[in-house]
């Protein structure tokens, strides 16, 4: 007897505690997600190399931007892609240290970007004309994000889409 009423408190506890309602965080719920990658990209003539860090985005995910040497050998804007393509929150910070060849020189950056501005371009996407020489017009997404490095601890950040940046 003794056996049951203790098998029955459990099972009510249990059964108390799997019903209960789960609230969600209401920064993860309002956060929409895009499939996007990362990139960088350094002026030509100037290889930099970003040493430790990358992109905080909404809710605290984070995207690294360590992938090695980008070259400096194309030009200014070309993108050196990362791995990370899938569906993420955008990005919300900057906080990365990278290296300058050329400049022998260290730069660090740790700043938040406007979220709001790129939500607007991801939102919205953007109109090309299809290459088919049809003259139909297509609509796009933007796929990357791109970091690029200049001279004298310069930092822009582009949107990226195909044929438009």
Not at 43 to 60: A, D, H, N, S
């Amino acid at each position: 007897m003794n056996e049951l009423i203790k098998y029955l408190l459990s099972f009510l506890l249990f059964t108390q505690i799997s019903c209960q309602e789960k609230k969600d965080d209401k920064k993860t719920k309002t956060m929409t997600k895009y499939e996007w990658t990362e990139g960088t990209s350094a002026p030509l003539g100037y290889p930099m190399e970003v040493y430790k860090g990358g992109i905080e985005c909404e809710g605290g995910e984070w995207v690294g931007l360590s992938f090695g040497i980008i070259q400096g050998d194309d030009s200014w804007g070309a993108i050196n892609h990362g791995m990370g393509n899938g569906f993420k929150s955008l990005p919300a910070r900057l906080d990365f240290v990278w290296m300058s060849y050329m400049e022998n020189q260290f730069y660090m950056i740790d700043t938040a970007i406007d979220t709001a501005k790129i939500k607007e371009y991801f939102s919205k996407g953007y109109q090309i004309k299809a290459t088919s020489g049809s003259g139909n017009i297509k609509h796009l997404n933007y796929k990357e994000i791109c970091v690029g490095m200049a001279p004298g601890g310069v930092v822009v950040v582009w949107v990226v889409g195909v044929g438009v940046q």
